[in-house]
């Protein structure tokens, strides 16, 4: 690819893009917010993992992550992290039926009825988990 | 080229899965342990109860594969934000390595804990 220019290797045309090409329209800012959401996807598994790790090791151990999970710097990467992950889950399941194409009898399901399928299913998983963990 | 080319529908289809894996899964489980119980909104439910429901085969089960598709998920749209967002792209191979070996690591360490503390 970048092999040096001779008179039968012209050089590469590629113009150089600023670095932050993206802040200057709303679109392109929300086009990096959401890819930047997939840092804040790891973090929660990262955090997901630690807790599980916790009670895994024993009471004593679960009640130091519930306090440090209460300082205030991790309570502030939390809610920050949750607000990244709910703008991950909103524009996925609002992609989805530009990215999904069903048939049914030969007639294409409308977009509606797909997101409102991945709604009614996230509905459904959080009532389950908030189930499992609070009852 | 030809292994990128078999390989490259493999990441994306863990990409998407992981995708929807962590849309329908992570919010619920954040709220609930990230900021309802630690900032004291509601009592934390006892580490017995907990045991209980994580041991259980299935939730392990779930929880592992939750956790290593959205590792996939991460590795698969950082790398393109290394790329596009930061202009990387030049650095592909070692994005690659970190991104994809990242995730793998994070695999691991998941099944470690799913299968082995808990």
């Known amino acids: 690819m970048n092999a040096p220019a001779t008179e039968l290797q012209p050089r590469w045309y590629r113009p150089r893009m600023p670095l932050f090409w993206w ?14 959401s997939s840092v804040f996807i790891a ?9 599980i790790r916790a009670i895994g090791q024993g009471g004593s151990e679960y009640r130091r992550f519930l306090d440090r999970s209460g300082e205030p710097w991790v309570l502030a990467l939390n809610a920050l992290t949750l607000a990244f992950v709910l703008f991950h ?5 609002n992609l989805a039926p530009h990215a999904m194409v069903v ?20 509905a459904l998983i959080t009532a389950l988990v908030a189930w499992l963990v609070l009852a | 080229m030809t292994t990128k080319r078999r390989v490259e529908p493999l990441l994306w289809l863990l990409f998407t899965s992981g995708g929807l894996a962590a849309a329908m899964l992570i919010p619920v489980l954040l709220l609930l342990f990230g900021l309802v119980f630690p900032a004291g909104w509601a009592g934390a439910p006892t580490e ?3 045991l209980a429901v994580a041991r259980h085969p299935l939730t392990r089960i779930v929880l592992l594969v939750v956790c290593v598709l959205a590792f996939f998920h991460w590795a698969h749209r ?23 070996g990242g995730a793998l690591v994070g695999s691991a360490l998941a099944g470690y804990v799913l299968l082995a503390v808990l």
Do not use: M, N
Not at chain 1, 23 to 36: D, M, N, P, Q
């Open chain 2, 78 to 100: 950082f790398r393109y934000t290394l790329y596009d967002g930061l202009q990387l792209k030049h650095l592909s191979k070692l994005i690659i390595v970190i991104c994809y």
């Open chain 1, 23 to 36: 802040v200057g329209r709303r679109s392109y800012r929300i086009f990096v917010l959401r890819e930047l």
């Open chain 2, 48 to 50: 017995a109860h907990l």
């Open chain 1, 89 to 93: 889950t909103l524009t996925w399941f």
């Open chain 1, 43 to 51: 973090w929660s598994v990262v955090f997901l993992l630690l807790l």
């Open chain 1, 103 to 122: 048939r049914l009898h030969g007639k294409r399901v409308p977009r509606t009825w797909i997101a409102g399928a991945h709604y009614a299913g996230w």
